[in-house]
């Protein structure tokens, strides 16, 4: 087969049809099943986005008030869940406790092996429910703080937080929240949707789906980069009563040093969009709203600083991580939580796709061109 041929990392391959979101480079749009992701952020609360990533269609008044009874009943944490979660160590990459969270809902849910699209939408819903739940236990585990009991007089974005941090948040931050779950929840096929496809192709469980799509999302070029922009602000150095231009300036000399040594660094650059991630504007603008509520233009000042660095250099534009780093940064989450808040966002955009699979199998299995050894036997 001619090198010409091979579609490594399946770049620019079409494999399937998806009706769940369209993401356009040429015109840097994403739409989730037709709507613009800037208007739902803007006008919709999380639980509404999830529910028309799923059902196709934004939820009547009836449906929503259905649908939050629902969801606010699945909050609590599974004592057993809870249970694993103690025996890992501290030491764990918070994104394995979410993996292994994940795993062990799977196992115990009573219509483990039932996949028709009733069982399945009932799994997806529990596990957007819960999995905040895990998220914030296993912030406030590694703090040495108790866990705190969910609240059902709050939205999903107040309740996360107030399971987070054992307070209510301003309405501010609790927009800023309900924003970057919205962007988070569905982009069409990133590798952990495919992976979590490639599982469902082979008529896999839902769970096992999930687990394997967290395990893809942990990987610094796709949903780690979020936590990997806070460890570059953080090398950089974050001196709070520095001055935004000072901090600009820092940026940029970091940037131009790591470029000129060949280092890729996280938060910028797609597979898909060239020119600029749809999604950014609108985490920008939250980031911007959160710098401003904690008085940090320090932040603003690194975040310039590296964005317009790079863009001279290699006209390389951010991603969604970006601005999502130093925003959940600034709202008191640890650096290692920034990935599993985009697997408890990214639930819903992976279960609306592998039960879109389901709909018309057919089992994921591409081909390679052997490049190894001759045939030769054995002495
Ligand atoms: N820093 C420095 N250089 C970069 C970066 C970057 N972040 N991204 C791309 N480049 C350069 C590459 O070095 C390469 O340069 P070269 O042609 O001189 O070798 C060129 O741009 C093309 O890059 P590829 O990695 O081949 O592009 P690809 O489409 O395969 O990669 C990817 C996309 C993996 C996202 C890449 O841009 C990257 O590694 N970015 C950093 C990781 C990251 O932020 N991931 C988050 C993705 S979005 C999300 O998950 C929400």
Redesign the pocket.
Known sequence: MAEEEIKK?L?GVVVDYTAVSKVNSDTNSLLYRGYPVQELAARCSFEEVAYLLWNGELPTTEELAAFTARERAGRPLDPVVKQVIDVLPVTAHPMDVCRTAASVMGARHELAEDSSREANMAKAVDLFAAMPAVVAYDQRRRRGQALVEPRNDLGYSANFLWMTFGEESVPEVVEAFNVSMIL?AE?SF?ASTFAGRVITSTLSDLHSAVTGAIGALKG????G?NE?VMHTFDEIGIRPEESLEDAAARARAWMEHA?ANK?????????VYKHG?SRVPTMKAALDKMIAHYGRPELLGLYNGLEAA?DEA?G?KP????PAGPTYHLMGFDTQMFTPLFVASRITGWTAHIMEQLESNSLIRPLSTYNGAEERHVP
């Open positions: 990392g770049a988070y982009h990133n610094p070029l796709h949903g980069a990997a470029l280092k890729k660094v996280m938060g910028f650059g797609h597979r991630d790079m290699k390389i991603n969604l991580d970006y």
